[in-house]
């Protein structure tokens, strides 16, 4: 198959040696022509594109941030010329893709949960699907099969789920998280200064803060569509951390050792369904 | 030299690993006849030791928790049996072990830097210490100039900090990270019943739960003395939180965006002097 990628950062470009590996042939398209070298040099893709010629292909991908996502989307369905029989988005967020492409004959939502540290083409990896959910937005379309069969070929296990659910649940899993790790770098820095501190930074605080270096240019537009959400998870989460704050203070050991030993067969309950994503524990 | 090593859990075993490496006769020495059996089935040590035994060795480092730590340093020091020239611990917080230890000749306290996930000798690996700092309370005790030897034998870099420093810094640096990771884990956890929530748990999510499997065994002691510092540094956490929910709900997307933004270099430069410790980041 001809597979078209719209956007050769991480996600596009992973996609790209993913899909290339499988036998198919992948061109990429990017405004960034550096990203766009940065990405042929990689491999990951046969060859560049531009937008017109990307839709000449039998599947267009589109691996940019969400804003650009319904952007595009409005314009391939606006403006009169004729789209692949096949297209999907890999943008964090459901409902606005929907939205924007509504009457788009086509086209697909979904959202692969995949990612790994760095950015770029240069931090691209085929193996970051395998195992891993890769939501779509159930239909009945004749393109869904193919997207199905493209998605399985990543190693990705694809799951359907509405786009209300979808955008609901991942504020909890993606959004807070991330804006969890912005904090925490925010309060570590703020006391980085005092004696000692830069000498103890150790494994667990980089992981801890892994997230916080993450683009806006990538979270701004999903963050400001679930702000009222987001903002009722964090606030949630603040009130998690007063009370484990106010059980240290009280001396309510036992207490705290209970808020401990629960928080194991919690993480091993959330990650029940999921094949790739055991959370680990570190033992400092 | 010949090392014993008391505590064959991960950090021991390590340990064990990384100077037998060296060209070291290390012997393991544990309570806990499975963990011991563990170890030596992982190759971490030339033998298994008595307590007794271990005191006969030319090093003696105490890799268990830092209630036992305290607790052993005592019965060193006062059971009038003899020791060797050279002891050091691993653990965690450096003041309750200096003051259990006063009067004990030739100990050092010590904190590596290292950890990776899993628990026990199973998951030991002699690289977890190589371009860590591993803290020592500086002196100038004879015994220094051998532990500051065996440190650089693992590939550590051994940084002198007093230990009242180095409690406070690393309530912020290990124990925020920590707690954190509890907090967020309940936070899920109290919705993870909810449609779709377990469909959408990726790389990010458990990169932050990484530390919430941790065992209370390890951590009660270390947060119990820490545990007016940890408290208000939570509650420092939970503020941070709050504003940042703040700023979603009131819409301040240019400001989410400079918090966003200033994160990166907050991280690059909490991390500046960190050889091992770079803090990557996740697309999503």
Request: charged residues 20%; proline residues 5%; glycine residues 10%.
């Amino acid at each position: 198959m001809r597979i078209a990628v719209v956007g050769t950062g991480l996600i596009g470009s992973s996609l790209g040696l993913a899909w290339r590996a499988a036998g198919h042939t992948v061109s990429g398209c990017d405004n960034d022509a550096r990203a766009l070298e940065a990405a042929l040099a990689r491999g990951a893709f046969d060859r560049a594109v531009t937008l017109n010629e990307a839709r000449g292909a039998d599947a267009l991908v589109l691996a940019v941030p969400l804003d650009v996502t319904c952007a595009l989307l409005a314009q391939l369905r606006d403006d009169g010329q004729s789209n692949p029989a096949v297209m999907l988005d890999v943008a964090s967020l459901q409902e606005p893709v929907l939205q924007a492409a509504a009457g788009l004959p086509g086209f697909v939502a979904t959202h692969p949960m995949a990612g790994r540290e760095g950015n770029g083409a240069a931090a691209a990896d085929a193996a970051i699907f395998r195992d891993q959910s890769w939501i779509y937005e159930p239909g009945d379309g004749a393109a869904q099969a193919t997207v199905l069969g493209l998605i399985a070929q990543t190693g990705a296990v694809p799951i359907p789920l509405p786009a209300a659910l979808h955008d609901r649940a991942v504020a909890l899993t993606s959004h807070v998280p991330q804006l969890l790790a912005i904090a925490l770098a925010h309060c570590v820095r703020r006391h980085a200064d005092e004696e000692g501190v830069r000498s103890v930074v150790g494994p667990g605080l980089a992981g801890a803060l892994r997230l916080a270096r993450a683009r806006w240019t990538m979270w701004g537009p999903l963050i400001a569509a679930e702000r009222a959400r987001d903002a009722e998870l964090l606030e949630e989460l603040a009130a998690e951390l007063g009370a484990l704050a106010n059980l240290l203070r009280q001396g309510e050991l036992a207490s705290a050792r209970a808020a401990f030993e629960d928080a194991a067969p919690a993480v091993a309950d959330i990650f029940r369904y999921a094949k790739g994503n055991q959370g680990g524990q570190d033992s400092r």
